[in-house]
């Protein structure tokens, strides 16, 4: 039995409104949270639409499934990581090289 959270109720927006409104989000780079100010509806309620037109996409074969973006955000933490390491290495090579010449 669904609770009273999960029953559809019908969508005070319409279909258009609801494109456009994740059309702004995904163009203009901003939150869910300013986008749906400036539309004056809930940001939960954009940030729901956002996500399901991500994951209607990736059934449908034209973005990242969700495991390939959790993935990449994975890989581009690690990759920033191992830049901060080199980066320390770098300095400390240099440190000592410098320490050897005295």
């Not at 669904?2 to 995904?26: M, N």
């Not at 639409?49 to 449908?60: G, H, I, L, S, Y």
């Amino acid at each position: 039995m669904k609770g009273v959270s999960e029953v559809a109720r019908p969508s005070k927006y319409g279909e258009e409104f609801k494109k456009d409104a994740v059309r702004l989000v995904r163009q203009s780079h901003r939150t869910c949270a300013d986008v749906a100010r400036e539309l004056g509806m809930n940001r939960e309620t954009l940030r729901v639409w956002v996500r399901e037109a991500e994951n209607a996409e990736a059934d449908t074969g034209i973005g990242l499934a969700r495991s390939e973006r959790e993935e990449l955000m994975r890989l581009r933490r690690r990759v920033a990581e191992l830049e901060t390491e080199k980066e320390i290495l770098r300095k400390a090579a240099a440190y000592f090289a410098k320490e050897m010449d005295r």
